[in-house]
């Protein structure tokens, strides 16, 4: 096989608009032509016999003649599974790593004065989440400030041990942070809280296709991800994955037919939706084995860390990590003469966007603007030195 040269050659296999340089993956993906046109192909199969597809072929819940072949959902499961790590059985298909997050803290049994941990790097909506569900128990949420600048994934395994108490009933951890883009040392923090008695529920959103994932080896309790980041999947498509002792008691938002059924029934069947996501799934990691998942995470990782010093270099900031904390995206701190507030935040990032033509997240946090950049196969360093060069002119 020919070997794949990554760079914006690549633009021609997505739809992405050429004139926009497009340093945004992270946030909600963006799809291969092939993935899509697989998608197609499943909505057009579904659309010729929607009731045989939806009620007899796509999941095992409704009784009928008898089957052979596994339900649609299982078998794409079963191809999907083994790439982030994990065993079909304990693993479902979910729309987001939102939607994951919600079902299990909705399913466990806090109680009053019970605590929620989280970090002060927690994604806002899975921050709502966590205070949604303890204001409605009597439960409290705790937030754990950790070290940044950081020097080293001890650091934040220190934090966050010691913040352990003991009405502590769970701790919800970012795998990749969102703004922040730390990769978090899961595996170390977990078996610190499995000492302890404490279960981890893992945010993995920005996991899958980023960073090499073995979700069953982390030993962490639940671990909610999404397949259409850096997994290449169409939106929307996630999974969760359930350590076996963590099935029982464990609940979708949205209960159907498979109650107490067992956990891929209901999880498979929350009433009719378009599974079509789903089920392109195996094509979309089919497109990133084809490209060389590894080559693909190394090219990332060295465009995202050489991102991070160009432009800490263009902008005479700091760099506030070291490389082994950094994925496939990075985080860095803006010129103070940007602005502080989320109002600055969000007059830069559709400056950038509708004058400068460059798509690139850009937040407030702790008092100053940061600008995450995201490396993907068809970035190359000339997008990076667009950005530097949009900020710094203004």
Known sequence: MTPVTFGRSMLDQWCLDPEIIYLNHGTVGATPKRVLAKQ???????????????????TSIVVGMPRSEPPRLR????EVAPFVGAKSEDFVFVENATTGINAVLRSLDLREGDEVLVTDHVYGA???????VARRRG????????????????????AVVAAIGPRTRVLVLDHVTSETALVLP??????RCRAKR?????????????????????????????LHKWAFAPRPAGFLWAAPERHEGLHPTVISWGLDQGLSAEFDLTGTRDPSAFLAAPEAIAFL?????????????????????????????KLEMGEEMVGTMATVPLPERMGSTPEDAARLRDALLFEDRIEAQLHAWRDRLWVRVSAQVYNDLHDVERLASAVGGR
Request: without cysteine.
């Open 40 to 58: 197609q192909a499943i909505r057009d199969e579904i659309e010729r016999q929607p009731s045989q597809f939806l009620l007899r072929e796509l």
């Open 75 to 78: 078998a794409a499961a079963a």
């Open 126 to 132: 899975v921050a709502k989440i966590a205070a949604f």
């Open 139 to 158: 439960a409290r949420v705790r937030s754990i400030e950790l070290p940044y600048p950081v020097s080293g994934p001890d650091a934040i395994v220190a």
């Open 186 to 191: 899961v595996l170390e923090i977990a078996s």
């Open 198 to 226: 404490v279960p981890v529920l893992v945010d993995g959103a920005h996991a899958p296709g980023a960073i090499s994932l073995d979700v069953s080896s982390l030993g962490v309790d639940w671990y909610s991800a999404n």
């Open 289 to 317: 084995r084809d490209l060389g998942a590894g080559a693909v995470r190394a090219y990332n990782h060295a465009l995202a860390w050489e991102a991070a010093r160009h432009l800490s270099g263009r902008w005479g900031t």
